[in-house]
């Protein structure tokens, strides 16, 4: 292994690093997943320099764990099994922008705020906007989704081809700059979401969309969960184009208003946005306060000027760590599932009692437009049955979206957090996903311990 790692600094020089500071401030998840330390830290520039590291890596049966922003849930990002972890935070370029195409190319690591202040001259945006200012890579390799996918979708619409580098060093193409294909297996799709256990990205072409002529935003309280809930199933069942449409319970209300100091009635609450032409957004926001008034809205608080919209959504991307410091000294077992919109009443008025029941503190909110809702469980670090309790419901809420005819997660993925779920989501295809695993990464090098079956299964 010295072998190798002489040759990663032979390659990158600085750039490589076996320091333990590097080494430790890539072995901490977001949550209460832990792994130990990677053996050492690259930070590549160039799609050649990927190659080259995963050439190196193959030759020595090193593993590679990719790291964008270090922001997922479910210790996707964390060196299980050793092996080097990748850097992309110095891959940050806007290789080409083609507004008359509406698309752009990236390289990994550069994150969605970045690309976003880059492109705010265009005209043109990139929707997707998971909490954290995670990197396009990251995002891309989870699949992720956030306050606008009810309206834009996730990073599987978003994603229009990739350029990635197998574990043997090999740099493929996917997709093209064409609005779709039928050529052959779709391995966009399959490379968005892998987690980095096939290939690390190196570029992505990415839709953008126009930036809307008006936008208005608005919060609105509700006496209870069930009307804010009901209010959210009839206004996406009824068409309305909601540009995002967020759940807030009141232990989530009362956690953002300490953090932001803010004043929301202690009730549950609705977070939405309207964009469009300014009749639309006028239009739709009428169809939705009537829906809203029906199930006994509180009234409306609106948010029209730019700058009180971003503080509005400043309070709910900061909502996770507002809840962490709802408690002293917690921390989260951060949990999602997504479930149909007809069965999303039921799915959270379930959760809710469980958590009630356990004693413990578990806000709970979410992009619930599109059926996907988080809790936010808080435990003593110290107290292996507080942990216990915490997962035993995380393990209920996904027993419960599978029985709604949902999955264990709508956007936060598999890492190795939800690994023990899968084979009730997925059955026999779970093996098939390890199958593909195997093609590709015959050695299991590439983020080894995560979203497939353990590689001595089958
Ligand atoms: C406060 C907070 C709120 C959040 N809210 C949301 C939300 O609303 N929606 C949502 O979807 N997620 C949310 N998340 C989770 C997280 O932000 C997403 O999972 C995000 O996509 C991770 O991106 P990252 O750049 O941090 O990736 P990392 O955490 O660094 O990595 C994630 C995975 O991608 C792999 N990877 C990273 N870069 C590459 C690459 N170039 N090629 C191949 N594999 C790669 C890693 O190996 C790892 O498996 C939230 C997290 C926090 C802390």
């Known amino acids: 292994m010295n ?6 600094s032979a390659l990158l020089g600085p750039r490589y690093s076996r320091s333990a500071a590097e080494c430790d401030a890539h072995a901490h998840s977001e949550t209460h997943v832990c792994a130990g330390p990677p053996e050492g830290v690259a930070w590549p520039e160039t799609t050649g320099e990927v ?39 110095r891959m940050t370029r806007i290789v080409e922008l083609r507004p008359e195409d ?20 265009t005209g043109l945006f990139f929707p997707v906007d998971p909490g954290a200012n995670a990197t396009l ?15 834009y979708g996730t990073m599987r619409q978003a994603v229009l081809g990739l350029e990635a580098v197998l574990a043997d060093g090999t740099v493929i193409r ?25 290939a690390l990205i190196t570029e992505l072409t990415l839709r953008l969309h126009g930036q809307p002529e008006a936008v208005s935003a608005a919060v609105c309280g509700f006496a209870d969960m069930s009307g804010a809930v009901d209010c959210v199933i009839e206004t996406i069942q009824s068409g309305i184009p909601m540009a995002r449409i967020e759940f807030l319970d009141t232990a989530a209300v009362a956690a953002c208003n300490a953090h932001a100091r803010q004043d929301l009635p202690a009730m549950p609450h609705l977070m939405v946005e309207f964009h469009g032409s300014a009749a639309g957004v006028a239009e739709q926001a009428q169809r939705f306060g009537e829906i809203a008034a029906s199930h006994g809205s509180a009234g409306f608080r609106w948010a029209e000027k730019t700058e009180d919209r971003n503080a509005l959504w400043k309070m709910r991307h900061n909502a996770y760590p507002a809840c962490l410091a709802a408690r002293s000294g917690a921390t989260a077992i951060v949990t999602d599932v997504c479930v149909p919109i007809s069965r999303l009443a ?4 379930e959760t809710r009692a469980d958590i009630k029941a356990s004693g413990l503190p578990g806000p709970i909110l979410g992009h619930v437009g599109d059926g996907n809702f988080h809790a936010i469980l808080l435990i003593d670090p110290a107290s292996a049955d507080e942990r216990a309790t915490a997962k035993a419901l995380a393990a209920r809420m996904a027993d419960r979206a599978l029985r709604l005819g949902g999955t264990i997660t709508g956007e ?13 989501e997925h059955g026999p295809a779970w093996a098939a996903m390890g199958a593909v695993k195997r093609a590709l990464d015959p050695l299991n090098l590439m983020n080894p311990g995560k979203l497939v079956p353990p590689h001595d299964q089958g």
């Open 174 to 198: 996917t997709g093209s700059a064409a609005p779709k294909s039928s050529a052959g297996y779709d391995l966009t799709a399959l490379l968005v979401g892998s987690e980095g256990t096939l």
């Open 412 to 424: 936060h993925g598999i890492g190795m957090g939800k690994l023990d779920y899968m084979p009730a």
């Open 51 to 89: 190659a080259a590291i995963l050439r190196i890596c193959h030759a020595h049966r090193l593993p590679v764990v990719g790291w964008g922003a270090g922001t997922s849930l479910e210790g996707h990002a964390l060196a299980l099994h050793g092996g080097i972890c990748v850097d992309f935070t």
């Open 137 to 151: 890579g990251g995002m891309a390799a989870t699949r992720a989704s956030g306050t606008t996918a009810v309206r």
């Open 3 to 8: 072998d190798a790692h002489s040759e990663l």
């Open 102 to 121: 509406m698309l752009v190319r990236v390289q990994p690591g550069i994150t969605r705020e970045d690309l976003n202040r880059e492109l705010r001259a």
């Open 346 to 349: 039921e799915a959270v008025e």
